[in-house]
């Protein structure tokens, strides 16, 4: 069944002497793009992560958010950045001077800048870290994809409702179809009647204008062809696969052989029914756009 690109999921376990938790979070968009934040120590997983996560996911704008926290402390170092701690001491006595202000910044003020106090750890390996973290994320991203399958299931509810109001439509429409030529041929009849009196009638030629004007208004090729793609479009609402793009393209076609019969019909019934359709199809392509 499809799935909503729309999702959440979060895990967090402690492992070997690690706290690591992993969140993602998508919304819709046309293709994959993936944003990651880790600790910067640990920047190696991003690529990784972002691999895992597309083995599993095909569409959305996907952030992930994974953070790890030592638990064991004693094999690391605070150390200063001098040069950036330097950098924003003069820029502080910069202002100072510039605006007239009081120099009142001590090393707590300056510590709290970004990158001016760095964590340095013991080599720790990276295949192992990698490990604990893609153990979290499976359990993150099953989550994650548990939602995207439940959203998808209530867009499958919609959808389906919705092409089944386009059938129902498509049934009235070829049952009116043969009574607008009927309806046609009757007003003919009356209004030569009307013009010529009780003259005897061309009764070929009456047909022959019938026969033209059924054939202007004649939709049964796309009735036909709209039945297909309603039946194409439920195939890939009960596909397990990212179907998104193919079931817009879909929509497309359904929204063109409806524009074609709202053209050709010369019928106040049928022009209405075209318009409820066209009503429910642009409901449906909405859906559409927030399926994997």
């Not at 049952?175 to 007003?187: A, L």
Request: some cysteine; aromatic content about 8%.
């Amino acid at each position: 069944m499809v799935k909503s690109m729309t999702g959440f999921g979060r895990a967090i376990k402690e492992l070997d002497g690690y706290i690591i938790s992993v969140e993602i979070k998508s919304v819709n968009h046309r293709y994959f793009e993936f944003y990651s934040r880790c600790p910067r120590q640990y920047g190696f997983i991003d690529d990784k992560i972002k691999s895992f996560v597309n083995s599993k996911v095909s569409r959305g704008k996907i952030e992930c958010y994974v953070n790890i926290e030592a638990l064991n402390t004693e094999a690391a170092d605070v150390v200063v950045n001098n040069t950036l701690a330097s950098a924003y001491v003069k820029a502080l006595k910069s202002i100072a001077e510039n605006y007239d202000l009081k120099e009142d910044f001590g090393a707590s003020t300056i510590s709290r800048f970004q990158d001016v106090l760095v964590i340095k750890k013991a080599d720790e390996d990276e295949d192992k870290i990698w490990e604990m973290v893609k153990s979290v994320a499976d359990e993150a991203i099953d989550k994650f994809v548990e939602m995207r399958a439940i959203e998808g299931e209530k867009m499958y509810d919609d959808i389906y409702s919705r092409s089944q109001f386009i059938l129902d439509t498509v049934d009235f429409i070829e049952k009116r179809s043969p009574q607008t030529i009927k309806e046609y041929n009757d007003k003919l009849v009356e209004r030569v009647h009307t013009l010529i009196g009780d003259v005897s009638l061309d009764e070929a030629r009456i047909i022959q204008e019938v026969a033209i004007y059924a054939d202007k208004v004649a939709v049964d090729e796309e009735t036909v062809r709209l039945r297909s793609h309603i039946e194409q479009l439920r195939e890939f609402l009960s596909s397990d696969d990212p179907v998104g793009r193919k079931m817009d393209f879909l929509v497309q076609e359904i929204n063109r052989e409806t524009n074609t019969i709202g053209s050709k019909c010369n019928d106040l019934e049928i022009s209405q029914k075209v318009v409820d359709m066209k009503a429910e199809i642009e409901k449906i392509r909405e859906q559409i756009q927030n399926i994997e």
